[in-house]
């Protein structure tokens, strides 16, 4: 079995930054593909940003030049650094990430963390 484990969620004004960790643990061989989603209320869930194994990064045009996902593969934890942030940037955000536990390839989804930006 794989858990991931998110924190960093909080409330900030708008301009301020927060940066949201999401650590995977369990039966790990190896992992590809480590995303950000987010879901706000009545609004369907969304990928925010998204990092392959190798390190190459996509971010959705709303949080380009703003949010920076990167990832240390050594703690099997990919981050989220929100600059900048927005009042529509308020949302739980969800980490996923690609899991090889050793019989086959499965996606993980962590337990959501709330970022509520006031304006």
């Known amino acids: 079995q794989v858990q991931l484990v998110e924190s960093g969620g909080g409330l900030v004004q708008a301009g301020g930054s927060l940066r949201l960790s999401c650590a995977a643990s369990?039966?790990?061989?190896?992992?590809?593909?480590m995303d950000w989603y987010r879901q706000a209320p009545g609004k369907q869930r969304e990928l925010v940003a998204a990092?392959?194994?190798?390190?190459?990064?996509n971010y959705a045009d709303s949080v380009k030049g703003r949010f920076t996902i990167s990832r240390d593969n050594a703690k099997n934890t990919v981050y989220l650094q929100m600059n900048s942030l927005k009042p529509e940037d308020t949302a739980v955000y969800y980490c996923?990430?690609?899991?090889?536990?050793?019989?086959?390839?499965?996606?993980?989804w962590g337990q959501g963390t709330q970022v509520t930006v006031s304006s």
């Open positions: 369990g039966s790990i061989f190896s992992i590809g593909a």
């Open positions: 990092i392959t194994s190798v390190g190459s990064a």
């Open positions: 996923k990430q690609r899991v090889y536990s050793g019989s086959l390839w499965d996606d993980y």
